[in-house]
Structures are given as structure tokens and as C-alpha cells.
């Protein structure tokens, strides 16, 4: 069973979110090292928002967006349609509007940090799981039905030589095709600030 896992790229099982974002948090520093290296580097992040990965009680996700939008680093952030997170917000028991403005405030800090409106789209669907990718390696943490991801338990995967693994099944799947369907905000929204249409 172990080899079986191993062979499919899993390398840490935790707990909860938090555990997961203090090892990952390396890996993220070492992605930004091999872009200035000029290696291939990047960094995706797939959620209903990424708010939890933006406050500072949670890590250092604004420090590292802040060092990949400086140097150049790939960055992809797909968040939840405005209009569906209000949905997934009644799943989860919690006011409709708060993941609104969740999503809002995020993309607010994601642009004073130095992110470029390419790097953001939204998708017209709840992710099933919150997702970090860089090159090599990639955190997933499911959205149980009526639960916050980030109290759940959460894997680190890398990545193998297998396209079959669990890297290259999310990345594809849950990282790549999604973006390709998602919007960007338009020019006139960015502008002004506005994350939700």
C-alpha cells in the first residue's frame, strides 16, 4: 500500500491545512530561487478564495506572492464565480455574502502586492479541493460538503515520471483545464478595484 502510494507521488499526509502550509511554505521559497535561477518555476493556487492563505495568522503566503510578483515568477490564482460562492457559503453555514467579500478582499490585496490581472480568473464552479502547485510539487486539501478546507486534512504530492500520478492528474484536471475556462476580470473592473461582476 505504502509503495503503492509513493509510486503516485504522495510524500506527507497532515492533519489539517495549516500543518501542510508550514512545510509547503519551503517548497514555495525554493520555486521562487529556481525561477531567478531561471529554471522552470511556477506557482498555481486553485480555491474559492485564497484568504486563508493571504492572512498573516495563517503563514507566509503574502510575503512569498509578494516575492514572485517581484521577480517575474509565474502566478495563477483561480477563485470561485462571485455569484456560485455565494452558494457554497449557505453549504458551509455561513453568511452568503461573506465569501463575496472573502473573494473581494483578496483580489484588493493580491493587486497591492503586485499581481497583474492575468494572474487572476475566476471559475464557474466550487473546487472540490484547495490547491498550491509549483513545477515540482503540489498541496491538496478537500472541501468536505459542509466543512472549511482548511480544518481538514491535506497531502503534499510530487511530481513523477508517471502523466497517470496525482501531480499530473490535478495539475491537468483541477489547474490547467479549469484556467482555461475561467474569466478575467475586465480592464474597467481592475481598475476601479472591483472583484465581482
Same mark, same amino acid.
Request: glycine content about 6%; hydrophobic content about 35%.
Given at each position: 500500500m505504502m509503495d503503492a502510494a509513493s509510486r503516485m507521488g504522495l510524500e506527507h499526509l497532515f492533519e489539517s491545512r495549516d500543518q501542510a502550509l508550514a512545510t509547503f511554505a519551503g517548497y514555495l521559497t525554493d520555486e521562487i530561487k529556481r525561477h531567478k535561477r531561471k529554471e522552470e518555476a511556477s506557482i498555481w493556487i486553485v480555491g474559492t478564495s485564497i484568504r486563508g492563505f493571504l492572512v498573516p495568522t495563517q503563514g507566509m503566503g503574502a510575503d512569498i506572492l509578494t516575492d514572485a510578483a517581484a521577480c517575474g515568477c509565474e502566478v495563477r490564482i483561480l477563485?470561485?464565480?462571485?455569484?456560485?460562492?455565494?452558494?457554497r457559503a449557505r453549504q458551509e453555514e455561513h453568511d452568503p455574502k461573506g465569501i463575496i467579500e472573502e473573494i473581494r478582499i483578496s483580489v484588493q490585496e493580491l493587486k497591492a502586492i503586485g499581481l497583474k490581472k492575468e494572474?487572476?480568473?475566476?471559475?464557474?464552479g466550487a473546487p472540490t479541493v484547495f490547491t498550491i502547485a509549483?513545477?515540482?510539487r503540489m498541496l491538496l486539501n478537500p472541501y468536505p460538503h459542509t466543512r472549511e478546507s482548511? =480544518?481538514?486534512? #491535506?497531502?503534499?504530492v510530487? =511530481?513523477?515520471? #508517471?502523466?497517470?500520478?496525482?501531480?499530473h492528474?490535478?495539475?491537468k484536471y483541477h489547474c490547467e483545464k479549469p484556467w482555461e475556462n475561467a474569466r478575467e476580470q475586465s480592464p474597467q473592473d481592475w481598475?476601479?478595484?472591483v472583484s465581482t461582476s
Amino acid at each position: 500500500m505504502m509503495d503503492a502510494a509513493s509510486r503516485m507521488g504522495l510524500e506527507h499526509l497532515f492533519e489539517s491545512r495549516d500543518q501542510a502550509l508550514a512545510t509547503f511554505a519551503g517548497y514555495l521559497t525554493d520555486e521562487i530561487k529556481r525561477h531567478k535561477r531561471k529554471e522552470e518555476a511556477s506557482i498555481w493556487i486553485v480555491g474559492t478564495s485564497i484568504r486563508g492563505f493571504l492572512v498573516p495568522t495563517q503563514g507566509m503566503g503574502a510575503d512569498i506572492l509578494t516575492d514572485a510578483a517581484a521577480c517575474g515568477c509565474e502566478v495563477r490564482i483561480l477563485m470561485t464565480e462571485p455569484h456560485i460562492a455565494e452558494a457554497r457559503a449557505r453549504q458551509e453555514e455561513h453568511d452568503p455574502k461573506g465569501i463575496i467579500e472573502e473573494i473581494r478582499i483578496s483580489v484588493q490585496e493580491l493587486k497591492a502586492i503586485g499581481l497583474k490581472k492575468e494572474s487572476i480568473r475566476y471559475y464557474a464552479g466550487a473546487p472540490t479541493v484547495f490547491t498550491i502547485a509549483t513545477a515540482s510539487r503540489m498541496l491538496l486539501n478537500p472541501y468536505p460538503h459542509t466543512r472549511e478546507s482548511h =480544518r481538514c486534512f #491535506s497531502l503534499i504530492v510530487r =511530481r513523477t515520471e #508517471s502523466d497517470n500520478d496525482i501531480y499530473h492528474q490535478y495539475k491537468k484536471y483541477h489547474c490547467e483545464k479549469p484556467w482555461e475556462n475561467a474569466r478575467e476580470q475586465s480592464p474597467q473592473d481592475w481598475d476601479r478595484g472591483v472583484s465581482t461582476s
